[in-house]
């Protein structure tokens, strides 16, 4: 890796992060629940994106280089596996555990199927 596509990468990074503020923010002033729809929301579409970018990638549609500012740049700030656990973790402690159980495998479902989506439109092109 370069130093010029390190630094593109950290800055794809830092705005991955903010729009994730972004997106969760918003999700969270018009749902108001315990439950994490916001971060669930947020990992599915993540998910979804990096599947369209990696088969985008793999069908020579986009260079691997800006795959790798998109996928690990900017959707690896965007998504987020330890808030997801994190309040998986505060749901237990608050003896919610049906629904912790059901934000960790609804999360894991949605996000994978969402991937698999995402690779299968990206690679259609």
């Given at each position: 890796m370069?130093?010029?596509?390190?630094?593109?990468?950290?800055?794809?990074?830092?705005?991955?992060?903010?729009?994730?503020?972004?997106?969760?923010?918003?999700?969270?002033?018009?749902?108001?629940?315990a439950f994490?729809?916001?971060?669930?929301?947020?990992?599915?579409?993540g998910?979804?994106?990096?599947?369209?970018?990696?088969?985008a990638?793999?069908?020579?549609l986009?260079?691997p280089?800006?795959?790798?500012?998109?996928?690990?740049?900017?959707?690896?700030?965007?998504?987020?596996?330890?808030?997801?656990?994190?309040?998986?973790?505060?749901?237990i402690?608050?003896?919610?555990?049906?629904?912790?159980?059901?934000?960790?495998?609804?999360?894991?479902?949605?996000?994978?199927?969402?991937?698999?989506?995402?690779?299968?439109?990206?690679?259609?092109?």
């Amino acid at each position: 890796m370069t130093l010029p596509l390190f630094i593109v990468v950290v800055v794809a990074g830092g705005l991955g992060a903010g729009v994730r503020f972004v997106v969760d923010g918003l999700i969270r002033s018009r749902i108001r629940t315990a439950f994490p729809w916001a971060t669930t929301v947020v990992n599915v579409s993540g998910s979804f994106a990096l599947g369209v970018v990696i088969g985008a990638a793999l069908s020579n549609l986009l260079p691997p280089e800006l795959a790798v500012v998109l996928g690990t740049g900017f959707l690896g700030g965007y998504t987020t596996f330890s808030t997801a656990s994190y309040e998986s973790v505060q749901l237990i402690r608050q003896r919610r555990l049906a629904a912790s159980l059901v934000s960790g495998v609804l999360m894991l479902v949605l996000s994978v199927a969402a991937a698999a989506l995402g690779l299968w439109l990206g690679s259609a092109f």
